[in-house]
């Protein structure tokens, strides 16, 4: 009895040593989401700009969080109003928003992919897919995931801009048996 | 006898958990050397075709800060810069002249060219490409 509760102290610390460990561990990564410019192994350290340009965390930790790419969720950011970003400079430039889905069937046995115009136009113009990338035809694109990882198609932004390909189910999000009609 | 085993089953859940424990502290330990690898953050673009070897630092341009104010759509439509790393062939004469980042930073949509440094603030010796962020490094990374 007297060996247990010895043992059951030790490890209690260990446990809290460990504990602390991993909150370090966390906080260490909580803070490697957005590396100050002068660590970030791109930006000289040396160069005057680091101690004048905003340092990512102060801008992004305030928008709305995600899991990946910048670790902000854009489409939430631009919908809910956290940020409002100009769309055009010159007054005279058609802007032009689409509220259509397109279901891209194609996926093997992963869930079906939806493609949402709205939330595409809202940053992009149609020419920035069309038809350079994609026709204006739903099934007419020979799209499969082997290009898109390569950085064609979907992955000309997805992986590169917008949030990255590890995030499957964000694309590949009706199943199966659920398809709409 | 009772009690014996009571002790036993308690000294081997206590050897599990301290073998549990020191997994862990290594584990976390490993996650904390690979730690520090710098990590730019996503989608940052790298221009060097010219700056360094004209005595320059590369130029650094982050998407992050840019799309917080203009929808991708001013720069990849409206201003027309192609949506390829390395793709817009980009001088210092013509950014003075209004042209490519010029379109912007000329004192009224955003501070003009004057200001070197802001731009120019890259490592020496960088590459021009994306910087892929936390999972994919980019296209061509996987």
């Known amino acids: ?181 | 006898m009772k009690i014996t085993m009571k002790i036993l089953l308690g000294m081997i859940a206590t050897i599990h958990q301290t073998i549990q424990a020191a997994v862990l502290t290594v584990i976390v330990a490993l996650l904390f050397v690979e730690a520090p690898v710098v990590q730019a953050e996503y989608a940052d673009v790298i221009l060097n075709k010219r700056s360094e070897r004209e005595g320059m630092r590369p130029v650094i341009f982050p998407h992050w800060f840019h799309r917080i104010r203009f929808r991708c759509k001013v720069c990849h439509h409206e201003l027309g810069f192609e949506m390829r790393a390395g793709a817009n062939d980009m001088t210092m004469e013509q950014i003075t002249e209004g042209k490519f980042c010029g379109m912007c930073h000329d004192g009224e949509v955003a501070w003009s060219v004057e200001n070197c440094d802001l731009c120019h603030s890259g490592r020496r010796g960088l590459e021009s490409r994306i910087v892929g962020g936390h999972e994919t490094l980019g296209p061509g990374a996987w």
């Open chain 1, 1 to 181: 009895m007297v060996l247990h509760k010895h043992t059951g102290r030790r490890l209690g610390l260990k446990y809290s040593i460990l504990g602390i460990l991993m909150l370090w561990a966390t906080s260490v990564f909580a803070a490697g989401s957005w590396t100050p410019l002068e660590k970030d192994g791109i930006h000289d350290p040396e160069s005057p700009a680091v101690r004048v340009l905003q340092q990512p965390r102060e801008a992004l930790s305030v928008l709305p969080d995600d899991t990946a790419g910048n670790m902000v969720h854009w489409v939430r950011a631009l919908q809910e109003g956290y940020i409002n970003p100009r769309t055009n400079i010159m007054p005279e430039t058609k802007i032009e928003v689409l509220d259509l889905d397109v279901i891209m069937p194609e996926t093997s046995e992963m869930p079906l992919v939806l493609f949402p115009h709205r939330q595409h136009t809202e940053w992009l113009d149609c020419s920035n897919c069309h038809d350079k990338i994609f026709k204006q035809k739903a099934g007419e694109t020979p799209v499969n995931m082997f290009a898109v990882l390569q950085g064609e198609y979907c992955g000309q932004c997805h992986g590169a801009v917008s949030f990255p390909l590890t995030e499957c189910k964000r694309c590949h999000s009706v199943p199966r048996n659920k398809v709409p009609r």
